[in-house]
């Protein structure tokens, strides 16, 4: 008999944890995200602004690196994000722990085009940072998900961000919208197609046995009753929620003090003096690539160096590096993937930047 009858045959229906998995979803979507974002959008269009750049607050640069840029920085940087870095941890221990796992293996496990358009999509609703998203990353990961489709949703979370988008046509001007849409599709279904493509045979072989090894591993024990079966995986839940908060956070807390610090080494000019040279595209395309941000972070950053005189081919580059990764993202996510797969991500990423940059300066923006 083959794992997935087994399941059939012995699993208590799903339904329950699928209900509670969605409860949680879309409750926490809508009170970290949905709400909150749509009243911002009314700020964005009435003000042309939603906020000081976290990078600099109100200052013409960065403070020099210390302790005190070191906290100031991440306690303001935990004040924007810590609601959704709950709700992602608590939401990448429940696809482990709840979810079917059939249904992320046929969403999300296939090797081709497929897993990566569903990854994509399925970021949309989701409007994280990429740290808040990378526990939800890792929990598809552990569910056997592909690489491609992982990153794919991974990407998509912050550069296709249906609010971010609205906030930057609202306070940049739509034509950097438009360049940050279009890009952004690029990025995050074309690099998701490509680590896909870095699968061998010999690695999607060994993947499809490790799907089937989870499905019998979950399929249950028969001799339990439906509410022992649950009370069990909402046990598991919790020590997969807990395992993934001390490995993940303590390393993401330094990380961020950190960049916090290093800021103005970072980015230690703003203003007239950064041109539309290829030095300062790709310098910014790579400091973006590194530097951590909240969700809708890079709307006023980029608009508060704009106001200082930096010119758009620099800002082009920031535009599409300083959301879809970080430091500290790639730190979370770095047991998910290989390390080539990682290094792929950060080099496509910065080859965005500097497409960014190159088509704000060649559009006249």
């Known amino acids: 008999m083959t794992p997935t009858s087994l ?4 699993a208590p229906n799903p339904l329950v944890g699928i209900a509670v998995f969605v409860l949680i979803a879309v409750a926490g979507l809508a009170y ?22 976290i990078l600099m607050g109100t200052a013409a640069s960065a403070p020099a690196p210390s302790w005190s840029a070191a906290l100031d920085y991440a306690l303001v940087y935990g004040k924007a994000i810590w609601q959704a870095m ?27 085009f497929g897993s990566v358009f569903v990854g994509g999509m399925m970021s949309l609703p989701g409007m994280m940072c990429s740290c808040c998203a990378a526990p939800v990353v890792a929990g598809l990961r552990e569910r056997q998900a592909s690489p491609g489709g992982a990153v794919a949703f991974w990407l998509g979370n912050s550069v296709l961000n249906p609010a971010t988008l609205v906030f930057m046509g609202l306070v940049l001007g739509w034509h950097w919208a438009g360049l940050r849409l279009v890009l952004g599709i690029g990025m995050v279904f074309g ?33 339990l009753s439906a509410g022992d079966y649950w ?43 950064i041109g539309n040279h290829l030095i300062w595209i790709v310098a910014l395309a790579v400091a973006g690539a590194l530097f951590v941000i909240p969700t809708a972070g890079e709307v006023p950053i980029i608009q508060a160096m704009l106001s200082l005189g930096m010119a758009a081919g620099p800002a082009g580059a920031l535009l599409m590096t300083l959301p879809p990764i970080s430091l500290p993202s790639l730190a979370m996510v770095a047991k998910s993937f290989r390390p080539r797969e990682l290094a792929t991500v950060a080099i496509g990423v910065v080859a965005f930047g500097l497409l960014g940059g190159a088509l704000a300066v060649a559009l006249g923006f």
Do not use: C
């Open 7 to 10: 399941d059939a045959r012995r």
């Open 32 to 53: 970290v995200k949905w709400y909150p974002y749509y009243n911002r959008a009314f700020v964005a269009a009435s003000n042309h602004s939603i906020g000081n750049s």
């Open 86 to 112: 709950v709700l992602g941890l608590l939401l990448g221990s429940a696809v482990q722990a709840l979810l079917p796992p059939r249904w992320i293996a046929k969403a999300l496990g296939g090797a081709g």
């Open 191 to 223: 690099l998701g197609y490509l680590i896909n493509r870095m699968v061998s045979p010999a690695e999607a072989a060994g993947a499809r046995e490790r799907t089937a090894h989870l499905l019998e591993g979950t399929a249950g024990d028969p001799t």
């Open 231 to 273: 009370k069990q995986a909402f046990t598991r839940w919790g020590q997969i929620l807990w395992r993934m908060t001390i490995r993940l956070v303590p390393e993401y807390i330094v990380l961020v003090l950190l960049l916090g610090a290093a800021r103005a080494w970072l980015f230690p000019v703003i203003g007239p003096d």
